[in-house]
């Protein structure tokens, strides 16, 4: 868990069939909202968490990822309150492990996102009200709905201080890292629309 931040941690899951539920009410007072429901993927998900946050600033933690050290949104609240006012707060992500891991460097909200996803959503701290005027995640994608909302976000004007600090670590297994060809192909197709 985090220090000297106060937080509220809402736990989304798909109604899960293995020990995710067991490990998540070993925190208990931790955590301030537990729903396990079946839904339709992670764009659901993401859409039903959403539904619940009451603060102002809205962060997506997934399964595989992790904060990079106990002090990291420490160090994130300093910086949104240092630079005020933003709808995005961007920092970089590392991804991997070992020597396998990769630094992936966020662009911010740049015209580099009009051709690849340069802004994941493990580095992304974003205003609840900027998907108030955006809108949630669209569950008609599998993968990309990540990089379809960032490109909404891009296009609508919306403000973004970019930091080059690693706050989080984002696993490799997730779906948007899969390498065999039916995976490829659905994020390409995806990223293309």
């Known amino acids: 868990m985090q220090r000297d931040v ?4 809402i736990v989304q899951d798909g109604a899960s069939r293995d020990q995710t539920l067991a490990i998540v009410r070993r925190y208990g007072d931790c955590v301030t909202t537990l729903v396990s429901e079946p839904d339709t993927g992670i764009a659901d998900a993401m859409n039903r968490a959403l539904a619940s946050v009451t603060g102002d600033y809205v962060f997506m933690l997934h399964a595989d990822d992790r904060f990079a050290d106990p002090h990291a949104l420490a160090r994130v609240r300093d910086v949104i309150e240092t630079n005020p006012g933003r709808d ?19 662009t911010g909200l740049s015209w580099q996102l009009n051709f690849k996803q340069k802004l994941w959503h493990q580095g992304v701290w974003t205003s609840r009200a900027l998907f108030q005027r955006v809108g949630d995640f669209d569950s008609g994608y599998r993968v990309a709905m990540d990089y379809d909302w960032v490109l909404r976000v891009y296009r609508s004007g919306a403000s973004c201080l970019l930091t080059h600090e690693v706050i989080c670590l984002m696993g490799a297994d997730g779906v948007s890292s899969q390498t065999d060809w039916a995976s490829l192909r659905l994020r390409l197709e995806e990223e293309r629309k």
């Open 6 to 9: 106060e937080v509220e941690y």
């Open 88 to 106: 995005i707060y961007a920092f970089d992500v590392l991804k991997g492990e070992g020597e396998q891991q990769e630094l992936l460097r966020s």
